[in-house]
């Protein structure tokens, strides 16, 4: 089951309190706010998650109890950079390699699949990844390592790239460097570590040159136009918790762009919790085998139809 | 003669079996009484009678599932629960007696996972889209999958077969019964729903929900029982394994069904619909596990 924000350590370690009450409907009222502007749900069995998060802000702005600091959020005149701070409690460790492998594996057994078989028809052999907000690298190693496995079966004859893109300088330069602990390795398999990864130090492995070579990595911002409209020819698009961040204007800004960069066939990934609702209505909402995808339809389409 | 005629008396042989408690008959009768003049105090003789019933009763009326409510009388889960909600589950305990603990081909828990789960979403999303009936949505979304266990009954080894082979190549169940039965629980189903005298509503559902347009009464129920299974086989609560498969949900077939009566489905957030799929998981296991494990079921 992919229930990745639970088994962050942080979460484990705040589970529910007798100081959170949980029944405070204050609760649904953040997760409300959060929802509608960052696009992140909790469900009512997951607020406890929530809570936790709410615990750490609420104890640095000194506000006694949910309901004072649903005012932080809403009310103050600090709401919009208190609201930053608390999605970045909420996406703290959601990063490391391999953290949603029910995504490679629809990617692996029915997504990948079409996109080859449609784009083998047209006499093409090349696939285009993009990671957008790839933050300190995780996600692009994790694909080029996905996609490296595949290259005697599923990809044999086919040469693939990912384009890794973040806003950040210093994420980039972690990104480049690809240098990671054990927390980023948690789910990678020994066999992958010692096939891609070298040692770095005693604690610590770098990416090793065959992933290197595969990924390029650049400074984009996701809401700059002219730099949004060179990237086309994408096959497959994440872009995780990065939307979350944005207001509703620039959210429909960069799904726009991405409508325009993805190739028709293509997908596009978000965070497991995000949701566009209310902000594209273009992308239609595909299910696979616990994940969900965006995916721009082919020309002629017609709803309804069974792939 | 067809494999269907060679099965249909096996089925009707199921309707003497002695495990089929005596219940359902006065139950059925009890509600068919208007809603507001049930004899509350008959039904709560009735599920007193058996224990089983009254710790499923309780489990459900103290589930976050439900509301939670505190309750520890029979009569105050009967309450807190609702007269539907108690015939709901006086069908799926009675339903679970029909078959032998030694002869489940899907497991007993994997099944009632998938049917409870169904069921919720059924009813969460008639509530959504304003489908004038929630509880008989998630009747409905309880039993649709009823000739799985008339399969595993009538056709017990060919049927461990049947699901090994569905798992195996990842497809869907029904059409994996379709190459091995020549028949799917879809058919199996009707005819256990029509000895059950179900109603008509219910029986659309359980013939139809894998071939929705075919339905001629119920479209709407279909529809929505249909796309709830689809979303809990797609979120860890199908048959016990993932069908390789990638689903436009708002593109299939059901969804313009269901769309003609109820356009509040076009505004339905899908995404938030599915994430709650997710955070019921845990309680619907537990829920489960604690009234159809076979050791729970053999205490009582």
């Not at chain 2, 009735?46 to 009763?57: I, M, R």
């Amino acid at each position: 089951m992919n229930r990745p924000i639970e088994t962050v350590e942080t979460a484990a370690k705040t589970a529910p309190t007798e100081t959170q009450d949980l029944r405070d409907p204050s609760y649904l009222k953040i997760r409300d706010v959060v929802y509608q502007i960052s696009g992140i749900y909790h469900p009512e069995e997951k607020l406890y998650l929530l809570a936790a998060r709410c615990a750490r802000r609420m104890t640095a702005v000194k506000a006694a109890t949910p309901s004072e600091y649903l005012d932080h959020l809403t009310v103050r005149g600090s709401r919009e950079a208190e609201l930053r701070l608390l999605l970045n409690e909420i996406t703290i460790g959601e990063t490391y390699m391999f953290r949603s492998p029910q995504q490679l594996e629809a990617l692996r057994s029915v997504i990948l699949p079409q996109i080859l078989q449609d784009k083998a028809a047209l006499g093409f052999k090349r696939l285009h990844v993009w990671s957008a907000g790839c933050s300190t690298g995780e996600e692009p190693y994790t694909l080029a390592m996905f996609l490296l496995e595949l290259k005697e079966t599923l990809l044999c004859g086919w040469t693939f790239d990912i384009l890794a893109t973040d806003l950040n300088d210093n994420s980039l330069v972690a990104a480049k460097a690809g240098i990671y602990g054990e927390y980023a390795l948690r789910s990678t398999s020994d066999l992958l570590r010692r096939k891609y990864f070298k040692t770095y130090d005693q604690n610590r492995l770098q990416a090793g040159e065959e992933l290197k070579s595969l990924i390029r990595f650049d400074r984009v911002n996701l809401t700059d136009d002219s730099k949004m409209t060179f990237l086309k020819g994408m096959d497959l698009i994440f872009c995780c918790n990065v939307l979350i961040y944005f207001d509703l204007a620039s959210k429909r800004k960069v799904m726009q762009h991405f409508y325009a960069n993805l190739l028709p066939g293509g997908y596009l990934f978000l965070g497991h919790a995000e949701s566009l609702y209310q902000v594209d209505d273009r992308f239609h909402l595909m299910h696979f085998p616990g994940a969900i995808g965006y995916w721009k339809p082919p020309v002629g389409y017609v709803a309804g139809v069974k792939r | 003669m067809s494999l269907l005629d060679v099965i249909r008396p096996r089925i009707r042989a199921l309707d003497a079996m002695p495990s089929v408690p005596a219940i359902v008959q006065p139950l059925a009768e009890l509600l068919r009484e208007d809603p507001d003049r049930v004899n509350l105090d008959k039904v709560v003789e009735l599920v007193s009678y058996d224990s089983t019933l009254v710790a499923q009763c309780l489990r459900m009326a103290n589930s976050p599932l439900f509301g939670r409510r505190d309750t520890e009388t029979v009569r105050g889960a009967v309450l807190a629960l609702g007269i539907k909600r108690v015939e709901a589950i006086v069908l799926g305990c009675c339903l679970n007696r029909i078959v032998p603990p030694d002869k489940w081909a899907l497991d007993a828990l994997t099944f009632w996972r998938h049917c409870l789960g169904c069921a919720l979403v059924s009813s969460k999303m008639a509530r959504l889209i304003g489908y004038p009936d929630p509880e008989k949505a998630y009747l409905a979304g309880l039993l649709h999958d009823v000739g799985i266990l008339v399969n595993t009954v009538t056709c017990t080894e060919e049927y461990r077969r049947t699901i090994e082979q569905a798992r195996r190549g990842r497809i869907r169940l029904h059409e994996s019964e379709q190459q091995s039965l020549g028949f799917t629980h879809c058919r199996s189903g009707a005819i256990l729903a029509e000895q059950w005298k179900f109603s008509l509503d219910v029986r659309a559902v359980i013939e139809f929900h894998h071939d929705v347009v075919k339905s001629v009464t119920a479209r709407p129920l279909v529809a929505l029982v249909h796309l709830s299974d689809l979303l809990c086989r797609l979120r860890e609560l199908g048959y016990g394994y993932y069908e390789a498969i990638g689903v436009d949900l708002a593109g299939d077939e059901a969804w313009s069904m269901l769309l003609e009566s109820c356009p509040a489905l076009a505004k339905m957030d899908l995404a938030r619909l599915t994430l709650d799929i997710d955070g019921a998981m845990d309680e619907i296991v537990s829920v489960v596990d604690a009234v159809f494990r076979p050791e729970a079921i053999a205490a009582k």
